[in-house]
């Protein structure tokens, strides 16, 4: 999910201000929560969603195909949030009805409030975990690993695999938001926002099982 560059990000020959990058990227980043919660709304229990995570799948690469052609790249990012939303849809849907809908306004609240205290931190101290981004990075595959293997064994439990994805993606986090400080890594703008829209979207559905796994299995 992280794309590992080592050059600063420079456009039309001269290096975006740092301030100016972070606004970029969140902007484009917020907009793209809008289109997938809109998507969300429109599918709520697309029998489809699968070809929403394949399609989404297919776009990153032609996002980062298309990162010299900035239009074309932003166009391309924000078909493929709308493709999350429907991937996510069923998901959402799922936790609303057993848990109630309270508590997706919660994991929402809460991975918008905790995205914002992760990037404040890294802004007001300088804090910056990049040099840990391939530990980070072995731990995420570990986790993909694990979750394939649970879907045929029980190896752990939900809440535990929840739990160790939001420490993994709260991590990621850090990382990328002392990329985006640094300058980018020679990442686009948008592509700064795709890796943080994912780990927006991961945090927010480890945080639904969190809060609605409690209530699901009471029922």
């Known amino acids: 999910m992280a794309y590992q560059f080592r050059q600063p990000y420079r456009t039309a020959g001269y290096a975006i201000p740092?301030?100016?990058?972070?606004?970029?990227?969140?902007?484009?980043?917020?907009?793209?929560?809008?289109?997938?919660?809109?998507?969300?709304?429109?599918?709520?229990?697309?029998?489809?969603?699968?070809?929403?995570?394949?399609g989404g799948f297919l776009l990153l690469f032609a996002i980062n195909a298309t990162r010299n052609n900035a239009?074309?790249?932003?166009?391309?990012?924000?078909?493929?949030?709308?493709?999350?939303?429907?991937?996510?849809?069923?998901?959402?849907?799922?936790?609303?009805?057993?848990?109630?809908?309270?508590?997706?306004?919660?994991?929402?609240?809460?991975?918008g409030f905790g995205m914002f205290a992760l990037g404040a931190v890294v802004y007001a101290t300088g804090l910056d975990l990049r040099?840990?981004?391939?530990?980070?990075?072995?731990?995420?595959?570990?986790?993909?690993?694990?979750?394939l293997v649970s879907l045929f064994i029980h190896i752990v439990s939900p809440t535990f695999y929840s739990w160790a994805t939001l420490v993994i993606f709260s991590g990621l986090v850090l990382i990328d938001f002392a990329r985006i400080r640094a300058g980018g890594d020679g990442l686009t703008p948008?592509?700064?926002a795709v890796q943080i829209y994912l780990d927006a979207v991961n945090i927010f559905l480890a945080l639904l099982q969190i809060f609605g796994g409690g209530r699901r299995s009471n029922d």
């Open 71 to 111: 239009a074309l790249s932003l166009a391309l990012f924000y078909l493929f949030t709308f493709l999350e939303g429907i991937f996510i849809a069923p998901i959402v849907s799922y936790y609303a009805h057993v848990a109630g809908d309270q508590v997706v306004y919660n994991a929402a609240l809460t991975t």
């Open 190 to 192: 948008v592509q700064m």
């Open 18 to 54: 740092t301030q100016s990058l972070l606004a970029q990227v969140l902007g484009i980043t917020a907009l793209g929560m809008c289109v997938s919660a809109l998507a969300v709304h429109l599918f709520p229990n697309a029998g489809f969603s699968w070809l929403g995570f394949i």
């Open 131 to 147: 040099r840990f981004s391939g530990i980070f990075m072995i731990a995420l595959l570990g986790l993909v690993v694990v979750g």
